[in-house]
């Protein structure tokens, strides 16, 4: 575990050091066949830093998986995106390989209370706080009453166990104006863009493994 930066990049040529970003950098360098997979479930701060700190990681086996972005292909105003603009041109810039799950795909992430409690809460310590957790924020952080919430960020998690889980292509790589709106340069590597996940895999996935730990099963066979 490292703290990330508290505070955007200042602009395109100046990072903000931390120690997520030094960490995402000594995982980069190291000898390991194995794609890097770098998950990033808000702005790319820590990722940018760690590029403009080490240039040399953008030629290692680094993977990028964003969970941002507006609606492709024009954009809109998109919460993750909104705080660190200059982080998403760095890394849109830099020639590492991005896997990027945007707005319209992990907003339709959706979980009831009524499912929440069914299949989380009475899993043990864990799935009680999980949903607690969740139906307080809700209940402090939104006017109207609601009964659901966007588990927006796992679909980071299933593309990294199955990246074919969804419906993707790779396209042009985007930069990123002021407004939010992509701009489509032509001079940027590919990025592979989804268009959906298969919500019923990451969450059955999810629900499945909170219930084998709760049993005390956190072990399969096959990876023995």
């Known amino acids: 575990m490292a703290d990330g930066a508290a505070a955007a990049i200042p602009d395109t040529a100046t990072p903000a050091p931390s120690e ?27 990722m940018a830093s760690a590029i403009l700190m080490a240039p040399e990681i953008t030629r290692r086996n680094l993977r990028v998986i964003w969970i941002g972005g507006g609606y492709w292909p024009v954009g809109n105003r998109e919460y993750n995106l909104s705080n660190d603009i200059a982080a998403a041109n760095v890394v849109a810039r ?3 390989e991005i896997w990027q799950i945007p ?10 209370y009524a499912e929440l409690y069914e299949r989380v809460h009475g899993k043990g310590e864990i ?7 969740v139906v307080a924020w809700n ?18 998690i299933g593309v990294m166990m199955y990246p074919e889980c969804g419906v993707s292509e790779w ?25 959906n996940v298969d919500q019923r895999f990451i969450l059955e996935d999810m629900f499945a493994k909170l219930a084998r730990f ?3 099963e956190q072990e399969f066979a096959a990876f023995t």
Do not use: W
């Open 171 to 195: 396209v042009p790589g985007p930069e990123y104006n002021e407004l939010m709106n992509y701009v489509h340069t032509g001079r940027n590597r590919p990025i592979k863009l989804y268009h």
């Open 139 to 156: 209940a402090r952080m939104v006017a109207e009453p609601i009964e659901h919430r966007s588990l927006g960020d796992s679909p980071a």
């Open 94 to 96: 830099s020639g590492i």
């Open 127 to 133: 799935g009680r706080y999980l949903v607690e957790q």
């Open 214 to 216: 709760a049993r005390g």
């Open 20 to 46: 997520g970003a030094e960490l995402i950098v000594a995982q980069a360098l190291k000898d390991d066949p194995r794609p890097l997979h770098v998950a990033f479930l808000g702005p790319l701060t820590d």
């Open 103 to 112: 707005m319209r795909v992990y907003r339709h992430m959706g979980v009831s």
